[in-house]
C-alpha cells in the first residue's frame, strides 16, 4: 500500500513537471513566432521604403534629364545672344569711330584722362571742404598736439635746462661736502633750495635746479667752500649768504651795464634786476640776455629807418621778455606778465603794449608792436642763435629748395625766414590753381615725411601771368 501510495504520488509529480515543461515550451514558441512576426513587419516596411525611394529616384532622374535640356537650350540662346551683342558691339564701335575720327584706345585714353581730371577736381574740392572744417578746431587740435609734443621732449628739455655740474679735483671732497650723516648736504639744499646730487660720476657733482640764479648761488657757494677747505653748516651758512648778496650785485651791475651800453635811461631798479637776471635765463638754448640786447638793436635800427621813436623801440625790445625772469611762478603767459610788471614799475603805454603784443596775446595798437615781434623773431631765426649749427642750416634750406624743385611746373623755389617759409614760383601756363593747390600740400606732406626741421614750415605757391606788350 505504500507503494502504491508513493507510486501514485509520484506519477502526479511527473505530470505536473511535464505540463510545466510543456507550458514554457509553448511560451517560447510563442515568442518566437511572434518575434518572426515582427520582423517580417520590419521587412516589409523596408521593402516598402526601398520601393518608394527607387521611385522617387527614377522621378529625380526624369527632372534632372528634363532640366538639362532646358539649360542646354538656355545656354544655346545665350551663346545666341551673345554673338549678336558682340555683332551689334562691334558695328556701334565702328559707327561711333567713324563719327568721332578716333579709334576705341584713343576715346579710351581720353576718357580715363577726363576721369582722372575730375576726380582730382573732385578730390581737391572734398580736401578744401575737409580744411575749412579744420579750421573751426584747429585751435584745439593745436593745443592737443603742443601738449603731446611736450609730453615726449619735456624729459629731455628739463634735464638739460636745469642740471649744473660741479667738477672737483678727488672724490674725497664729496665725503666732506656730504659731511657726518649728511649734514653738510642737507644745509646746503636748505639754504640754496638746490638739490645736491652726489652719486658715482668721477670727479662731478650735480646742482639740479630750476631756478638757474638758485643753482649759480649753490655752484659759487661750493666752490668757495672747496677751496677754503672749512665744510661744516655754520661756514656753508655764512658762505651763501655772502654769495647770495655777491651774485644779487652783480646780477643788478649786469643790468645796470646793459642799460648804459644800449643807451636806455630811467628804468626802474626791479626793472634793472630783472634785465640782470636774464643773464642766467636761456629760450631754447639762445642766452635770454643776448636775445633781448639784440631784438633791443634791431628794434632801434628799424624804427629809426621808419621814422619812429628809436628809443622807445630799443626800451621795448630789451624788456619784451621781462616776463620771463619774475621773482615769483606766475599763472600768466610770459608776455602777458612782462606788460604787468612794465605797467607796475611806471613803463609808458607803447612800449607796455609792445612788450605783451610780441605774441599776438593782446591786440597791437601802437607802431611800435609789429617792430618788436618782427625783432624777436628775427633774433630767434638767426642762424645759430638757437643751437643749430650753420653748415646744418644751411643743407636744410638747400634740401627745401630741392624738394620744391623736383615738382614738374616749379620754376623758382625760395627758403626764407630761416627756413620756415618755402616759396614755390610755378609757371602759369603749366599750372592751375588747382593744380596750384595739390603742389603745396604735396610739399608739406614730403617735408613732414622726409625732413627734420623746428616748429613748422609754411608753403606758399605763387602762380601769376604777366602780358607784357611793348609800344613802338
Same mark, same amino acid.
Given at each position: 500500500?505504500?507503494?502504491?501510495?508513493?507510486? %501514485?504520488?509520484?506519477?502526479?509529480?511527473?505530470?505536473?513537471?511535464?505540463?510545466?515543461?510543456?507550458?514554457?515550451?509553448?511560451?517560447?514558441?510563442?515568442?518566437?513566432?511572434?518575434?518572426?512576426?515582427?520582423?517580417?513587419?520590419?521587412?516589409?516596411?523596408?521593402?516598402?521604403?526601398?520601393?518608394?525611394?527607387?521611385?522617387?529616384?527614377?522621378?529625380?532622374?526624369?527632372?534632372?534629364?528634363?532640366?538639362?535640356g532646358e539649360l542646354e537650350q538656355k545656354l544655346s540662346g545665350i551663346e545666341r545672344r551673345k554673338e549678336e551683342s558682340e555683332k551689334l558691339h562691334a558695328k556701334q564701335v565702328a559707327l561711333l569711330?567713324?563719327?568721332?575720327?578716333?579709334?576705341?584706345?584713343?576715346? %579710351?585714353?581720353?576718357?580715363?584722362?577726363?576721369? +582722372?581730371?575730375?576726380?582730382?577736381?573732385?578730390?581737391?574740392? =572734398?580736401?578744401?571742404?575737409?580744411?575749412?572744417?579744420?579750421?573751426?578746431?584747429?585751435?584745439?587740435?593745436?593745443?592737443?598736439?603742443?601738449?603731446?609734443? *611736450?609730453?615726449?621732449?619735456?624729459?629731455?628739455?628739463?634735464?638739460?635746462?636745469?642740471?649744473?655740474?660741479?667738477? *672737483?679735483?678727488?672724490?674725497?671732497?664729496?665725503?666732506?661736502?656730504?659731511?657726518?650723516?649728511?649734514?653738510?648736504?642737507?644745509?646746503?639744499?636748505?639754504?640754496?633750495?638746490?638739490?645736491?646730487?652726489?652719486?658715482?660720476? /668721477?670727479?662731478? *657733482?650735480?646742482?639740479?635746479?630750476?631756478?638757474?640764479?638758485?643753482?649759480?648761488?649753490?655752484?659759487?657757494?661750493?666752490?668757495?667752500?672747496?677751496?677754503?677747505?672749512?665744510?661744516?653748516?655754520?661756514?656753508?651758512?655764512?658762505?651763501?649768504?655772502?654769495?647770495? %648778496? =655777491?651774485?644779487?650785485?652783480?646780477?643788478?651791475?649786469?643790468?645796470?651795464?646793459?642799460?648804459?651800453?644800449?643807451?636806455?635811461?630811467?628804468?626802474?631798479?626791479? @626793472?634793472?634786476?630783472?634785465?640782470?637776471?636774464?643773464?642766467?635765463?636761456?629760450?631754447?638754448?639762445?642766452?635770454? @640776455?643776448?636775445?633781448?640786447?639784440?631784438?633791443?638793436?634791431?628794434?632801434?635800427?628799424?624804427?629809426?629807418?621808419?621814422?619812429?621813436?628809436?628809443?622807445?623801440? %630799443?626800451?621795448?625790445?630789451?624788456?619784451?621778455?621781462?616776463?620771463?625772469?619774475?621773482?615769483?611762478?606766475?599763472?600768466?603767459?610770459?608776455?602777458? @606778465?612782462?606788460?604787468?610788471?612794465?605797467?607796475?614799475?611806471?613803463?609808458?603805454?607803447?612800449?607796455?603794449?609792445?612788450?605783451?603784443?610780441?605774441?599776438?596775446?593782446?591786440?597791437?595798437?601802437?607802431?611800435?608792436?609789429?617792430?618788436?615781434?618782427?625783432?624777436?623773431?628775427?633774433?630767434?631765426?638767426? /642762424?645759430?642763435?638757437?643751437?643749430?649749427?650753420?653748415?646744418?642750416?644751411?643743407?636744410?634750406?638747400?634740401?627745401?629748395?630741392?624738394?620744391?624743385?623736383?615738382?614738374?611746373?616749379?620754376?623758382?623755389?625760395?627758403?626764407?625766414?630761416?627756413?620756415?617759409?618755402?616759396?614755390?614760383?610755378?609757371?602759369?601756363?603749366?599750372?592751375?590753381? +588747382? +593744380?596750384?593747390?595739390?603742389?603745396?600740400?604735396?610739399?608739406?606732406?614730403?617735408?613732414?615725411?622726409?625732413?627734420?626741421?623746428?616748429?613748422?614750415?609754411?608753403?606758399?605757391?605763387?602762380?601769376?601771368?604777366?602780358?607784357?606788350?611793348?609800344?613802338?
Open positions: 500500500m505504500e507503494a502504491e501510495a508513493l507510486k %501514485k504520488d509520484k506519477i502526479l509529480q511527473a505530470k505536473e513537471k511535464f505540463l510545466q515543461l510543456k507550458e514554457e515550451h509553448e511560451k517560447e514558441v510563442r515568442e518566437r513566432e511572434r518575434n518572426v512576426q515582427q520582423l517580417q513587419e520590419k521587412a516589409k516596411q523596408r521593402e516598402q521604403q526601398l520601393s518608394r525611394q527607387q521611385q522617387e529616384l527614377a522621378n529625380k532622374e526624369k527632372n534632372v534629364d528634363r532640366l538639362k569711330e567713324n563719327i568721332s575720327g578716333l579709334n576705341a584706345e584713343e576715346a %579710351k585714353k581720353q576718357l580715363v584722362t577726363s576721369l +582722372q581730371d575730375e576726380a582730382r577736381t573732385a578730390a581737391m574740392a =572734398h580736401i578744401k571742404e575737409v580744411q575749412e572744417e579744420a579750421k573751426v578746431n584747429a585751435n584745439k587740435e593745436a593745443k592737443r598736439i603742443v601738449i603731446q609734443t *611736450i609730453q615726449r621732449v619735456a624729459t629731455e628739455h628739463a634735464i638739460e635746462n636745469s642740471v649744473s655740474v660741479f667738477h *672737483i679735483e678727488n672724490d674725497d671732497v664729496k665725503g666732506r661736502v656730504i659731511g657726518r650723516e649728511g649734514r653738510n648736504i642737507r644745509t646746503l639744499e636748505e639754504l640754496t633750495g638746490v638739490e645736491v646730487i652726489v652719486d658715482d660720476t /668721477p670727479g662731478a *657733482i650735480i646742482l639740479s635746479c630750476f631756478d638757474a640764479v638758485r643753482r649759480e648761488v649753490a655752484r659759487l657757494a661750493l666752490h668757495q667752500l672747496v677751496k677754503d677747505g672749512r665744510i661744516h653748516p655754520a661756514r656753508i651758512e655764512e658762505i651763501v649768504a655772502k654769495t647770495k %648778496k =655777491h651774485l644779487e650785485e652783480e646780477i643788478m651791475e649786469v643790468g645796470k651795464r646793459t642799460c648804459i651800453d644800449l643807451g636806455v635811461h630811467g628804468l626802474h631798479n626791479e @626793472l634793472i634786476r630783472m634785465v640782470g637776471r636774464m643773464k642766467y635765463r636761456s629760450s631754447y638754448g639762445q642766452n635770454l @640776455l643776448m636775445h633781448s640786447r639784440e631784438t633791443a638793436n634791431l628794434s632801434a635800427i628799424m624804427a629809426a629807418e621808419l621814422g619812429l621813436n628809436p628809443k622807445a623801440a %630799443k626800451r621795448a625790445g630789451l624788456l619784451h621778455d621781462i616776463g620771463k625772469v619774475p621773482d615769483e611762478e606766475p599763472e600768466l603767459p610770459h608776455a602777458l @606778465l612782462g606788460m604787468k610788471l612794465a605797467e607796475k614799475y611806471g613803463e609808458k603805454p607803447d612800449v607796455c603794449n609792445a612788450i605783451g603784443a610780441h605774441h599776438d596775446e593782446i591786440e597791437m595798437t601802437t607802431l611800435l608792436s609789429p617792430i618788436i615781434q618782427a625783432c624777436d623773431a628775427i633774433s630767434g631765426a638767426r /642762424p645759430g642763435a638757437r643751437r643749430e649749427a650753420v653748415e646744418a642750416y644751411i643743407q636744410r634750406l638747400k634740401d627745401l629748395e630741392s624738394l620744391a624743385m623736383s615738382y614738374q611746373g616749379v620754376t623758382k623755389a625760395f627758403a626764407i625766414q630761416a627756413g620756415r617759409e618755402l616759396r614755390v614760383m610755378v609757371e602759369s601756363d603749366r599750372i592751375t590753381d +588747382q +593744380q596750384s593747390d595739390e603742389i603745396s600740400m604735396s610739399i608739406a606732406d614730403r617735408i613732414m615725411k622726409e625732413m627734420t626741421y623746428p616748429g613748422q614750415v609754411k608753403i606758399t605757391v605763387i602762380r601769376e601771368k604777366r602780358s607784357v606788350a611793348v609800344a613802338k
